[in-house]
């Protein structure tokens, strides 16, 4: 492993964004580290969703963005995509009324007609489940079958961070596990994750390093196995002056 | 940093000025110059004053209709032949004796009246463009119907125009009558602009949803303002027959209409000086330049585009020079609580949410949920995303029907999806993202909130009539006692768009107040504020609470939650995962799971 | 009779179906209705009768020119009237923009071309009567359209992503579609479905600056009632309203015929907003 340059793949600092009057994020410094695995966390309305938004350009920004040793603070989403940085949106948004291989197809638009081919078989190889229904229409899938297609339309771009926001939400736990183990195979295979959950402990597990965001502000940022972790989370979950024993 | 609730020495809030007078002057300027213009002896300018003053008579009731309420409505012109046909075949006596003018311009009224409430109907149920189109339809409609009818109408030869006796002869004495009608209908869509009729259109144009909340009913009044300007434009058509001396039906081409429309837009929206300017500008400007005439409805399109592009505020816009003077950079929202017992009438009733289920497709937003809120008392609602939340508050404030359960206050149930009557039994809220109307006053969105107590009739308020005049100033006592219990009362004249987010959050809670609510409901007022003014909203939320209103509070602050409330409950999944004393919710080990996922 | 009113019903229903279809392609791209749909009718027209009547262009040639006009008055459309109002809050702002814009270029060429309808030269030797060639051009430009569109929205990489864009425009922003550069490209697409609309119906309509609010409305009858955003809905509507029209012409005469398609548009439109097609169907390109 190349350790010569110790800069991570991306820094974001001073982050601030918002819709319209309304400030959300207040200056965010984060960093993820190439083939690195980190999660997101924080009580909602914490700005989660709104942070990889900023990140992938589909907010307007102020602050500074570094992905690779390129400037991205003014890129907008196409430009990240094509450096490497992927943004899976929240909910398993897909385009319901084509068939998965189109959708994996259009996550391809913009490459070279026969690496667009390529790179959508090695994405498919990742879900075999929704390989088979390739030809199927999207809608025809079920809500987790239709999450793995989402992160595979990530994969089509071989990025290498791969942003993902809440990938478990509305699945069971089965698909949960399904899901994030694609994500921990992809961590192996060398590409970055930036992983925003609910469930703290799958997000534990499957993560290195692990950011709090609350209010706006990242509140916390640990290693995964530090001690203690739990408590320290509810802590700056819940704010100063509040404690909630998790005592038993 | 400026506390915006300084005084002067006599007790009345610094930076509230009265700005009554400084509109008045560009009508004044206009009503002089009209009354001077037959000095000029000079019979051309009398036909083009004339024709303004009359383009104006139209424009002006249109102005309610587009430029208050916000409907696109582009073939107006249909009114205006309307009423020309009708006044002029009443006074010709062709097919039935002939009646005196002023008799056929009152029948022309009265079905312009009718016709408007017709070709406005449609408004109530279709989206912009649809709605749009159907006044074009109209238009075209007539203008055939108007070809083919010869009987009546005399077809493509037409029919002569209504003769006015003297005074009102052809002539400066027709104009001083055009001139005369002109000035009542300004003074009478002013009225309307002024009072609670002209600011529920524009609640209902950019806030549609808000404007429920306090109880304003969209139909009644967009029937009732496409009936007055259905008559202005019956009235206009009868002057404008006898302008012409002779009409045919391709003296009503689109091109009028657009000149209407665009009138209107060109002046801003909302404004009753713009689009008079605007009607003025528009009839004069092809004047000016022989080869102009040929051109100038490409000339209004081009300035149209230009407004859209450019300055969508329009004229008015350009005269606001109140909002132009620069505001205070670091103002601080300071609520003054002991202006809240002016205001608060202190009687509660409890709140009760019993087994409501509510879904949506297959899915269950809320799940069999008990809920109640004492009087008096401030009560959290807090809980994951998704957890249905504001979906809560929705079904109490009536937006949504629930399938099943009840929504009680006191005794009385309250009618599942009938929001607009929530008002009435004094529930008040603010939304998630504040929902005021940018291009008005603060202090004219706060008087949104106490609409429903207004007694003087659209009628009263029309001629402005001494029970009217009563409303209003009692109403402009109250939103500026509202503003100072939230602390904003030096902003009372300032556009609504121009403040920040969370003077914005508490401009909302003003207008809430405004109801005497005996519960009100928050939805995150907490989002986006800084932590001082957190500790500021939780203290009037406390007030509140004290002065005898119910609060329930949703939020996501959970510093908020465990400061001030009373009681908290919990909700995962659309049921209640447990609920009690803040103290007791803080240590549940399924609520600190809940939240952080398990 | 029943020969005249077919024929003269479908062919002009043909035309109304295509000005449909334009609507439904700028809005599909944009979410944005536009007034200019039956402007760049008219112009099919009044260039048609430009570039071979007055230049003496041949008529592939002038057929040609005109789509290109189409495009170009279609990308200017859009970049003048409709992406600078997106991004602003209030939603009416694009109907005026883009009524604005309509209005400029009628007026502009009642100005330049005339006021009075001028005749559109024959453009083929083929056919008469009932088979005459103003009768099946509009039915073979329809069709040629539908059957592009189906290809261009199953076959290409770019149809389907004009789908992507039209069904969840987050999603395709986020994936890195070139959600800008796909709507310039609709806009040209519907630039040149008009001007080919009006050109086919060249004979039959004449060239007639007047003809702009014509189609304007009688174009979006079929959009209204068959759903907006529906071609299939547009072209059963569009020929449906033609022999509608053609009918109502033959029993009741001409005003009539105009009154009675006005008020079986807003009836249904009251009782069913959302147009016939309704909230069954999905919303299909």
């Known amino acids: 492993m190349p350790t010569s340059a110790r800069e991570p793949l991306l820094e974001v600092k001073d982050l601030a964004a918002g819709y319209g009057k309304i400030g959300v994020l207040h200056g965010v410094q984060l960093s993820v580290g190439a083939g690195e695995a980190v999660a997101l966390l924080g009580p909602n309305g914490a700005g989660k969703t709104t942070l990889l938004r900023a990140i992938s350009g589909l907010l307007p920004r102020t602050g500074q963005i570094h992905f690779a040793g390129k400037d991205m603070s003014s890129a907008g989403p196409r430009d990240a995509v094509s450096a490497g940085l992927v943004h899976v949106v929240e909910g398993h948004r897909v385009f319901t009324q084509l068939t998965v291989f189109d959708n994996l197809l259009l996550a391809g638009y913009g490459l070279p007609r026969a690496a667009r081919a390529q790179q959508v078989e090695e994405a498919l190889a990742f879900f075999p489940e929704i390989a088979e229904k390739r030809r199927n229409l999207a809608v025809t899938l079920s809500g987790g079958q239709q999450q793995m297609l989402a992160v595979a339309q990530g994969l089509v771009r071989r990025p290498r961070l791969l942003m993902l926001d809440e990938p478990s939400a509305g699945l069971s736990p089965v698909l949960v596990d399904r899901v994030l183990l694609a994500a921990a195979k992809l961590r192996e295979a060398g590409t970055a994750i930036l992983l925003v959950e609910q469930l703290i402990e799958k997000a534990l597990a499957t993560a290195d390093r692990v950011y709090a965001l609350a209010r706006g502000t990242i509140v916390l940022e640990a290693r995964t196995d530090e001690a203690d972790l739990p408590n320290r989370l509810e802590q700056a979950y819940f704010g100063q002056g509040a404690h909630a024993p998790l005592q038993s | 940093m400026t506390d915006t609730t300084a005084q002067t020495g006599n007790g009345r809030p610094k930076g509230y000025r009265s700005t009554r007078y400084e509109g008045l002057l560009p009508f004044a300027i206009l009503a002089i110059a009209g009354v001077a213009l037959p000095l000029f002896d000079d019979s051309y300018i009398g036909l083009i004053a004339t024709r303004a003053c009359i383009y104006w008579i139209l424009v002006a009731g249109l102005n309610l209709v587009v430029g208050f309420a916000g409907q696109i409505a582009i073939g107006w012109v249909a009114l205006l032949t309307l009423g020309a046909y009708t006044t002029s075949v009443l006074t010709a006596g062709a097919a039935m004796p002939a009646l005196p003018p002023y008799l056929a311009l009152l029948i022309a009224a009265v079905a312009g009246a009718a016709f408007g409430v017709i070709v406005g109907l449609p408004a109530l149920r279709l989206r912009t463009f649809y709605f749009a189109m159907t006044t074009l339809g109209f238009a075209t409609i007539v203008t055939q119907v108007a070809l083919a009818w010869k009987s009546v109408t005399g077809g493509g030869i037409g029919v002569a125009g209504p003769v006015f006796p003297s005074p009102f002869e052809p002539g400066w004495g027709f104009y001083y009558l055009c001139f005369g009608l002109a000035a009542v209908a300004t003074w009478m869509t002013a009225n309307i602009a002024a009072s609670r009729f002209g600011r529920s259109l524009v609640a209902i144009r950019d806030a549609e949803v808000a404007a429920e909340a306090s109880g304003i009913a969209k139909p009644l009044l967009l029937v009732t303002v496409f009936m007055f300007s259905g008559a202005l434009a019956g009235i206009a058509g009868g002057l404008f027959a006898s302008l012409q001396t002779y009409i045919t039906p391709d003296a009503f081409t689109f091109d009028l209409s657009i000149l209407f429309f665009i009138a209107i837009l060109i002046g801003g929206r909302g404004s009753i000086i713009g689009p008079l300017l605007g009607t003025i500008i528009l009839t004069v400007l092809p004047e000016f330049a022989a080869p102009l005439v040929a051109w100038s409805t490409f000339l209004y399109a081009a300035l149209l585009l230009a407004i859209v592009l450019a300055m969508p505020g329009g004229i008015a816009d350009l005269l606001d020079f109140k909002n132009r003077r620069p505001l205070e950079r670091h103002r601080e929202v300071v609520p003054r609580p002991e202006m809240l017992a002016h205001l608060l009438r202190g009687e509660g009733s409890i709140l009760s949410l019993a087994n409501v289920v509510l879904s949506f497709g297959g899915v269950r937003a809320i799940d069999g949920l008990d809920l109640d809120v004492r009087p008096g008392e401030v009560h959290g609602l807090i809980g994951p995303n998704g957890s249905g939340k504001t979906t809560t508050l929705n079904v109490i404030s009536g937006y949504y029907a629930p399938q099943s359960g009840s929504v009680r206050l006191g005794d009385a149930v309250l009618p599942p999806g009938a929001a607009r009557a929530r008002a009435s039994h004094r529930i008040a809220r603010t939304f998630q993202t504040p929902r005021v109307i940018g291009g008005a006053s603060v202090l004219d969105n706060v008087k949104i909130g106490g609409t429903i107590d207004g007694h003087g009739g659209f009628i009263e308020a029309m001629l402005t009539l001494p029970r009217h005049r009563r409303d209003e100033t009692a109403l402009r006592e109250r939103a500026l006692l509202a503003l100072s219990a939230v602390g904003l009362e030096s902003l009372a004249d300032v556009r609504a768009d121009r403040l920040q987010h969370s003077e914005l959050r508490f401009v909302e809670i003003a207008r809430a107040l405004m109801l005497s609510p005996s519960i009100l409901l928050l939805d995150e007022p907490a989002a986006g504020l800084s932590a001082e003014e957190i500790r500021r909203l939780g203290a009037l939320i406390k007030s509140i609470s004290r002065a005898g209103t119910s609060v329930l509070l949703v939020e996501h602050h959970a510093d908020l939650i465990f400061d001030i409330c009373d009681r908290v409950t919990v909700l995962n999944l659309g049921k209640v995962l447990a609920a009690g004393t803040p103290d007791e919710i803080r240590s549940h080990r399924e609520v600190v799971s809940a939240y952080l996922g398990a | 009779m029943l020969e005249s009113i077919v024929s003269y019903g479908l062919a002009v229903g043909a035309v109304y179906?295509?000005?449909?279809?334009?609507?439904?392609?700028?809005?599909?791209?944009?979410?944005?209705?536009?007034?200019?749909?039956?402007?760049?009718?008219?112009?099919?027209?009044?260039?048609?009768?430009?570039?071979?009547?007055?230049?003496?262009?041949?008529?592939?040639?002038?057929?040609?020119?005109?789509?290109?006009?189409?495009?170009?008055?279609?990308?200017?459309?859009?970049?003048?009237?409709?992406?600078?109002?997106?991004?602003?809050?209030?939603?009416?702002?694009?109907?005026?923009?883009?009524?604005?814009?309509?209005?400029?270029?009628?007026?502009?060429?009642?100005?330049?071309?005339?006021?009075?309808?001028?005749?559109?030269?024959?453009?083929?030797?083929?056919?008469?009567?009932?088979?005459?060639?103003?009768?099946?051009?509009?039915?073979?430009?329809?069709?040629?359209?539908?059957?592009?569109?189906?290809?261009?929205?199953?076959?290409?990489?770019?149809?389907?992503?004009?789908?992507?864009?039209?069904?969840?425009?987050?999603?395709?922003?986020?994936?890195?579609?070139?959600?800008?550069?796909?709507?310039?490209?609709?806009?040209?697409?519907?630039?040149?479905?008009?001007?080919?609309?009006?050109?086919?119906?060249?004979?039959?309509?004449?060239?007639?600056?007047?003809?702009?609010?014509?189609?304007?409305?009688?174009?979006?009858?079929?959009?209204?009632?068959?759903?907006?955003?529906?071609?299939?809905?547009?072209?059963?509507?569009?020929?449906?309203?033609?022999?509608?029209?053609?009918?109502?012409?033959?029993?009741?005469?001409?005003?009539?015929?105009?009154?009675?398609?006005?008020?079986?548009?807003?009836?249904?439109?009251?009782l069913r907003p959302e147009g016939l097609a309704g909230a069954l169907g999905a919303r299909r390109v």
């Open chain 3, 17 to 270: 179906a295509l000005i449909g279809i334009t609507y439904n392609v700028m809005f599909t791209a944009s979410r944005v209705f536009s007034f200019t749909a039956g402007m760049l009718g008219m112009l099919g027209g009044v260039l048609g009768a430009l570039f071979i009547d007055q230049m003496g262009l041949p008529v592939i040639v002038g057929l040609v020119a005109t789509l290109a006009c189409g495009a170009v008055i279609g990308v200017v459309t859009e970049i003048v009237t409709v992406r600078p109002v997106l991004k602003s809050l209030e939603q009416h702002l694009y109907v005026l923009s883009t009524l604005a814009f309509a209005l400029l270029v009628q007026q502009f060429t009642a100005i330049e071309w005339g006021t009075e309808a001028r005749p559109f030269p024959r453009l083929f030797k083929i056919g008469a009567g009932f088979l005459d060639q103003q009768f099946w051009l509009p039915l073979l430009a329809c069709a040629v359209t539908v059957i592009g569109l189906e290809l261009l929205y199953r076959r290409t990489l770019i149809g389907r992503a004009f789908l992507a864009i039209s069904e969840d425009n987050y999603a395709a922003r986020a994936l890195g579609l070139p959600e800008q550069w796909l709507r310039i490209a609709s806009f040209m697409l519907a630039g040149m479905i008009g001007t080919l609309a009006g050109f086919s119906g060249g004979e039959l309509l004449l060239a007639f600056f007047g003809n702009q609010s014509i189609l304007n409305f009688y174009g979006f009858v079929p959009v209204a009632l068959g759903g907006m955003g529906s071609n299939r809905g547009a072209l059963i509507g569009g020929l449906a309203l033609g022999v509608f029209q053609q009918t109502a012409n033959f029993l009741v005469g001409g005003v009539f015929a105009a009154v009675a398609v006005f008020a079986v548009f807003i009836v249904v439109l009251l």
